[in-house]
C-alpha cells in the first residue's frame, strides 16, 4: 500500500524497493513510537526491552509478495546479478513480447551464467522454467531477476 504512494517503476525496481522499504519498515515504527512515547511523558525513559513485538513490528507481519531465498541465501547476490545479466542480454522475463523462443533463450543463458553456482546437473531446470515464465506471461504477473534466483535456488534445492 505504501508502493501505491510511489511513481511506478520496473518490476525489478518495484522489488528492490520492496525489499529496501521492508528492511526500514521497523526502523520506522521504532522511531514512531519513540517519538509518541517522549510526547506523552518527557521525563520517562524508553526501555526498548519492554516494548512488545507486535509494537515494534515484524518482518513477516508485512504482506508483500517477496522471492523467499533473498533474505538468506548465501548465493542469492550471486545469481542475482547472473540473471540481471541474462535480462540485459535477452530481455527481461517477464516481457512476454519475444514468445517462446525468447523464454528459450532465457532459461538456457541463466542456467549456463549459473552453473558454477549450481554446481548440480538438472535435465528439467530449462523446461521448467520456460513453463514458469509462460505462465507469468498468461497471466500478466511481475517476474524479475530475483524472482528468476528464487526458482533456480528452490529447483537445484540449495
Not at 82 to 87: C, R, S, T, Y
Not at 126 to 154: N, S, T
Request: negative net charge.
Amino acid at each position: 500500500q505504501v508502493l501505491a504512494l510511489l511513481p511506478s517503476c520496473s518490476p525489478r525496481a518495484s522489488c528492490v524497493l520492496t525489499m529496501q522499504l521492508q528492511r526500514l519498515l521497523p526502523l520506522l515504527l521504532i522511531s514512531i513510537l519513540w517519538q509518541a512515547r517522549c510526547q506523552d511523558d518527557d521525563d520517562e525513559e524508553v526501555d526498548f526491552e519492554e516494548l512488545e513485538e507486535s509494537d515494534v513490528g515484524n518482518e513477516r507481519d508485512v504482506d508483500m509478495d517477496l522471492p523467499t531465498a533473498q533474505a538468506t541465501h548465501p548465493l542469492f547476490q550471486d545469481c542475482l546479478s547472473h540473471a540481471e545479466a541474462v535480462e540485459t542480454e535477452h530481455g527481461l522475463y517477464d516481457d512476454s513480447k519475444g514468445g517462446a523462443e525468447a523464454r528459450k533463450k532465457q532459461a538456457a543463458a541463466l542456467l549456463e551464467k549459473t552453473k558454477g553456482l549450481v554446481k548440480k546437473e538438472s535435465p528439467n531446470f530449462e523446461e521448467q522454467f520456460v513453463q514458469k515464465l509462460q505462465d507469468i506471461h498468461e497471466k500478466g504477473g511481475g517476474f524479475g531477476a530475483p524472482d528468476a534466483c528464487d526458482f533456480l535456488l528452490q529447483h537445484f534445492e540449495l
